[in-house]
């Protein structure tokens, strides 16, 4: 699982070290199926504050091969990461559960 995080200015720098992990840990046991993930952190009204902190994913799957996206937003980043890492989870479970459920249907006609 190929893993890159960009950050927009004004970001702190320990955030980026925390998605890694929040998604490693969150995604780590699809591994074989993730292809690549791409974490967008960005400070959308910059130092005025406010529910701002926005966190966008794209998970690349492949098997089955798709492209899921996940966007969140909070006051917190970290907030936001750790919704958005959970999220990714539940989604991709889904798809790989869907995925084995189709394959054992085929397999019983």
Same mark, same amino acid.
């Given at each position: 699982?190929?893993?890159?995080?960009?950050? &927009?200015?004004?970001?702190? #720098?320990?955030?980026? #070290?925390?998605? %890694?992990?929040?998604?490693?840990?969150?995604?780590?046991?699809? *591994?074989? /199926?993730? %292809?690549?993930? =791409?974490?967008?952190? &960005?400070?959308?009204? *910059? #130092?005025?504050? *406010?529910?701002?902190?926005?966190?966008?994913? !794209?998970?690349?799957? =492949?098997? #089955?091969? /798709?492209?899921?996206?996940?966007?969140?937003?909070?006051?917190? !980043?970290?907030?936001?990461?750790?919704?958005?890492?959970?999220?990714?989870? /539940?989604?991709?479970?889904?798809?790989? %559960? =869907?995925?084995? =459920?189709?394959?054992?249907?085929?397999?019983?006609?």
């Amino acid at each position: 699982m190929r893993i890159l995080i960009r950050m &927009a200015a004004g970001l702190s #720098p320990a955030l980026a #070290p925390l998605a %890694r992990r929040r998604f490693e840990f969150a995604l780590g046991r699809f *591994g074989a /199926r993730v %292809r690549s993930l =791409t974490v967008h952190l &960005a400070d959308l009204n *910059g #130092p005025r504050g *406010g529910v701002d902190k926005h966190c966008l994913v !794209a998970i690349r799957l =492949t098997s #089955p091969r /798709r492209l899921i996206v996940i966007e969140d937003t909070d006051a917190e !980043a970290e907030v936001a990461i750790g919704r958005a890492a959970d999220r990714g989870a /539940r989604v991709v479970a889904r798809a790989v %559960r =869907t995925l084995t =459920t189709w394959r054992h249907v085929e397999r019983a006609y």
